[in-house]
């Protein structure tokens, strides 16, 4: 028991000291390692364990002391005649003791209880990590995603400028010269007559960019004959582009809304003001996993603080048992009665006023047995619902392991699948925009293609944020500080 225990004590310190390691190394208080760190020292869930522990530490010494000494003294008012003098006062003094082993059986128990409390310290230490590096990988998401969708509402800019300069080209075709005599009117850019509800922008307000419409384009635009070379197709393509940047911009707001949550979460973790600035790396490195998947598990099962913490509670209930058994035999008490006695005018003794010693021994007599067995029936009981509890608990923590390893393994295949996809997308989309500006290619190519590409970067920046969570998932069944 004591090797198992001074190997689990070695191995915790070398994973606090790797951990401290690489936090001193990096000395970067705005990365995950320093917010790691500063979690730990400032959660209130990790410190309430801590303190809980050292507490429980407070009880070793109580219950291995010895009981107090006890001291009876009596003063009489009238002094007692003795044949050898006058007895002015008695003063007795005794001191129990247990049987043996009690105490170190006590000592035990209440050793081990604190190594349990430790190890509840330990468990609320690894979720907290966890939902550091969670609420961390998620924030990273979210800030990624701003940037994508404002990269691609860069691009749908673009291909705005490039729609309306084919709209203006009187030579793009027929439909598209100026009549004569025909005047030039304006459409809004933010939609068409009549209809501009759906074309505004996200302060309510359309844009206030016009676009110079030929005056028969409302004709041209109710033609069903109508080529896709037309005023009338162009303009709907423009509206079909301002849609999408539309959409894009609400889906910003949508994002800044969502970081700011976060962002109170993560400073509640760190038991900072919810409004403290918290950063992200811009570029996210993915974690592999350090074992293969059998020696992941055994790992598990030899680190998880609450698997430790168990075993613990079960070898303190078989120190009761014992501390129990012994607390069933008598208790010796050792101690002496001291006489003050006074001289005697009327005694001829040759003690005359010679004080009194005398040495006494005190036994208990544990003749109720049924309080003792009961104790032992408790501990028996307890002990079998810990085994049960143990039992529950790999259970559990193996169906939480093979979940985690399923979304580390679904994470890393879909993250090599949508870099190859994404490059893909990419150069079929640069393609596709060349031919667009020299007209052999229709917006809604463009419009698909771009979409795509803007999904598969989505993609891959939650694969690779799902695959660090994951990572994260593990290490926190493992209990342990690496990241």
């Known amino acids: 028991m004591k090797t198992a225990f001074y190997n689990r004590i070695l191995i915790a310190i070398i994973i606090v000291t790797a951990a401290s390691a690489e936090m001193r190394s990096q000395n970067l208080p705005d990365s995950l390692a320093g917010y790691l760190g500063i979690a730990a020292e400032n959660n209130p869930a990790v410190q309430q364990k801590l303190f809980e522990y050292q507490a429980a530490l407070q009880k070793v010494p109580q219950v291995g002391s010895l009981p107090d000494p006890q001291l009876n003294a009596g003063v009489f008012l009238k002094p007692m005649e003795l044949m050898s003098g006058n007895q002015v006062a008695d003063f007795q003094l005794m001191q129990m003791f247990p049987w043996f082993g009690v105490l170190r059986n006590a000592k035990d128990e209440m050793s081990l209880m604190a190594n349990a409390r430790y190890e509840l310290f330990r468990d609320a230490r690894a979720e907290v990590y966890y939902d550091v590096q969670r609420a961390w990988y998620e924030l990273f998401r979210i800030r990624a995603g701003r940037r994508i969708a404002e990269k691609n509402i860069s691009l749908l800019r673009t291909i705005e400028r490039l729609t309306l300069v084919k709209y203006k080209s009187p030579s793009m075709g027929s439909n598209t010269q100026k009549q004569p005599g025909a005047g030039m009117s304006e459409v809004s850019q933010g939609g068409a007559p009549g209809s501009s509800s759906g074309m505004q922008n996200m302060n309510g307000k359309t844009p206030g960019r016009s676009i110079p419409v030929p005056a028969s384009s409302a004709t041209d635009m109710s033609s069903s004959s109508m080529g896709p070379s037309s005023g009338g197709s162009r303009l709907s393509d423009l509206y079909r582009v301002q849609i999408d940047i539309l959409g894009l911009e609400d889906r910003i707001e949508s994002l800044k809304t969502q970081e700011r949550t976060l962002t109170a979460q993560m400073n509640s973790l760190l038991n900072r003001d919810p409004l403290s600035p918290v950063y992200v790396d811009t570029v996210l490195r993915t974690h592999s996993l350090p074992f293969p998947d059998e020696a992941l598990r055994d790992s598990i099962m030899a680190n998880n603080p609450m698997l430790t913490m168990l075993e613990y509670e079960n070898q303190s209930l078989e120190a009761k048992k014992k501390m129990v058994e012994g607390m069933s035999y008598p208790m010796v008490g050792i101690g002496v009665s001291y006489s003050l006695i006074n001289k005697s005018s009327m005694s001829t003794s ?105 999904e598969y970067e989505l993609k891959l920046i939650e694969a690779n944020a799902d695959m660090n969570i994951a990572a994260a998932w593990i290490t926190r069944l493992m209990a342990s500080a690496n990241k």
């Open 350 to 454: 040759f003690m005359n006023g010679d004080d009194m010693v005398m040495p006494m021994v005190s036994v208990t007599l544990p003749v109720y047995r049924k309080k003792y067995k009961a104790m032992k029936n408790e501990a028996q009981l307890l002990q079998t619902a810990t085994e049960q509890a143990y039992l529950e608990t790999v259970n559990s923590l193996t169906t939480e392991f093979y979940s985690a390893l399923q979304m580390f393994q679904d994470a890393s295949r879909k993250t090599r699948l949508y870099e190859s996809q994404g490059k893909l997308a990419s150069g079929s989309l640069d393609l596709i925009l060349k031919d667009f500006s020299t007209s052999s290619s229709p917006l809604t190519d463009v419009l698909r293609m771009q979409q795509e590409v803007y």
